[in-house]
């Protein structure tokens, strides 16, 4: 009886070890900083560097993410997509002649918001490579069907 005890306790504790990492490994906390390798400031108008994705993001394309960032508040118009970004800023990303582009990211929820001021935890999918939204903005990294909440 005592050997039986043993084994299940052992059992048990395997089994909440191997739940444990596959949960943690189910999503990986993401930093704008891990999105490119090289230069991405552009100085002005049709200035845009050569963008290099870093491997570690391109590995990461199609799982769940989480990034912790700003809600910028222009969007959201639909309460559906907002542009998450790195700091808050009293300019708007896109409306200046250079920018970062490792400083901002589209945003599409899986449930509508208002906006939250302060900082902000997204979990969502990544979507990496260059694409160009409905609205033309182009971004090389984006997360879909994302939650929102503010950051602790």
Known sequence: MKN??????????????????????????????????????????????????????????????????????????????????????????FHTSSFDWAAFMPVFLSNSTEYIDGPIRIVGRLDVGQKTDEMGLVSYVRIYDASIARAQ
Request: glycine fraction near 8%; hydrophobic fraction near 45%.
């Open 4 to 93: 039986q005890i043993i084994v299940f306790f052992v059992s048990a504790l395997m089994m909440g070890a191997t739940m444990t990492s596959k949960s943690s490994a189910a999503m990986t906390r993401v930093k704008f900083t891990d999105f490119f390798v090289g230069e991405t400031y552009q100085v002005g108008p049709g200035m845009k560097p050569e963008f290099n994705l870093s491997e570690s993001i391109q590995a990461l394309h199609g799982n769940t993410v989480e990034i912790l960032g700003f809600m910028d508040g222009i969007l959201p118009r639909d309460g559906m997509h907002f542009m998450l970004i790195r700091e808050p800023t009293a300019l708007c990303p």
